[in-house]
């Protein structure tokens, strides 16, 4: 058999990795095969899938029925250019199907290849509109600390994460950051947000930018009130609200799209991973009514802005089957229901075991933290790399998960397929327990609880 790590080693740059460690350990896992919401490794160990690898992969792996419909368009028509006048059905069909189930007044699609290129056109499009309505001067997008939005040029300098911001130099000059829901104190939240837009000076805002739920920032979920305030915040000063439903769309948090669960209905949405369940890539920014409206009247001439694979035939095939599936095997209450049982059994392990903090799931989205004191919420030191730990215990027990150690914390994300079924949510909630006990034995073990 050939040596994939040598060869791992030699010639693939992985994405969002360390090199040198690459170069010393080589990669830890070659996944194979996928299917439900298990993933299998080239020496047959097989993972539950607890992250839907990057909170895409919605209906679960394996589906042949998206290779099915990738197959045929490909044999119909793989690739023609939705560029000027030209068009194609399956990117047609795909906008006004996705215009159907967004929320309403969002009625227009530009289509990308991912969430980083959504973003980047969704912070271009809103340049566009302002200047087109003689604001060229709105400029600015305001966006949170500790959100993520991509690593394009515009979405690396929206994201509110510094270290993707030093990897090449420093962020963008337009760009800000208030502070993150991180406490749960929506007043506070907003206090910040209101100052930064009074700092930076509401007549150079174009936009403010959020995920509907943090997702790569710790599963960081606004209380009730938290959208309609920043609704009424954008609307007080002019401002647009673009949602990033890049890992909340398509039945991730219990509804359709993320910003349902709070009531409120954003100028702009952006999305990917989910609209073809990352079968093949896509991604999109589906704009207001108003917006369309503005586009349509004032936008003259060429619209400088477009990708190759802009409304790609075959992505749009399988985003269509993908959304069908969705929609027949109601995944988007399973997503609802399921979180909800996933969430008893983290509440469970809360009682049973001694450093685990808060717990949380929308849908089919959660976290759980861990901290040193649950009762005064003081977290571990990082040295201790308590978070790692438990994935790499939860890895030793066939789960792959996903760590958040920013700002101190030790949060372990799931974002885990929707077809999950009860008695999978009860053993990956024991195979956390064991794991989490596993760390907590080690700690109690160095004396350090
Ligand atoms: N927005 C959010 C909320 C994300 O979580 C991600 C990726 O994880 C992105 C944007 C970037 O998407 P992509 O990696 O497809 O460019």
């Known amino acids: 058999m050939e040596n994939l790590i040598e060869l791992d080693k030699k010639h693939f740059i992985h994405p969002t990795s360390s090199i040198q460690q690459q170069q010393a350990n080589g990669a830890k896992v070659i996944i194979e095969k996928g299917e439900g919401i298990y993933l299998t490794d080239r020496n047959g160990s097989v993972f539950i899938d607890a992250m839907s690898s990057l909170w895409n992969v919605n209906i679960g792996h394996g589906r042949e029925e998206l290779a099915d419909a990738a197959a045929e368009q490909m044999k119909k028509l793989a690739f023609s250019s939705a560029f000027s006048t030209f068009s194609h059905e399956p990117a047609i069909k795909l906008a006004e199907k996705i215009a159907s189930i967004t929320p309403v007044g969002l009625n227009a699609v530009f289509f990308t290849s991912g969430g980083s290129e959504s973003n980047d056109s969704a912070i271009k499009l809103v340049r566009h509109y302002w200047k087109i309505q003689d604001q060229p001067n709105r400029r600015k997008i305001v966006a949170l600390k500790r959100g993520y939005h991509g690593v394009a040029a515009a979405s690396t300098s929206v994201t509110g994460i510094p270290e993707f911001w030093e990897m090449a130099g420093h962020m963008m000059t337009d760009f800000t950051h208030a502070d993150s829901l991180y406490g749960k104190d929506t007043e506070k939240a907003i206090t910040s947000l209101r100052h930064t837009i009074e700092v930076e000076g509401p007549e150079t805002i174009a936009a403010f930018l959020a995920e509907p739920v943090q997702g790569a920032g710790g599963v960081l979920i606004p209380p009730a009130d938290y959208f309609k305030e920043i609704r009424q915040l954008c609307d007080e000063y002019g401002i647009l609200f673009i949602a990033d439903e890049v890992i909340t769309g398509f039945g991730r948090t219990g509804k359709m799209f993320g910003m349902e669960n709070w009531g409120v ?50 992505a749009a095939a399988v985003a269509l089957k993908n959304i069908e599936i969705i929609e027949q095997e109601g995944l988007v209450e399973n997503s609802r229901k399921m979180g909800g049982e996933l969430l008893k059994g983290f509440k469970k392990m809360k009682e049973d075991l001694d450093i685990v903090g808060d717990v949380r799931t929308i849908g089919l989205l959660g976290a759980v933290e861990l901290v040193q004191d649950p009762d005064t919420n003081k977290r571990f030191s990082p040295d201790l790399k308590v978070a790692s730990k438990v994935i790499e215990a939860l890895h030793e027990r066939g789960v792959i998960c996903r760590p958040v150690t920013f700002d101190s914390t030790d949060i372990i994300c799931f974002s885990p397929p929707l077809i999950m079924n009860q008695t999978q949510v009860n053993t990956l909630v024991e195979k956390l327990h064991d794991a989490v006990l596993s760390v907590q034995k080690q700690l109690v073990n160095s004396s350090i609880i």
């Open 265 to 314: 209905i954003p100028d702009m949405m952006t999305f990917a991973k989910g609209v073809t369940s990352g079968y093949i890539p896509l991604g999109g920014v589906i704009v207001s009514d108003y917006i369309h409206h503005v586009l349509k009247e004032k936008s003259a001439g060429t619209l400088f802005h477009g990708f190759t694979y802009s409304g790609h035939p075959t």
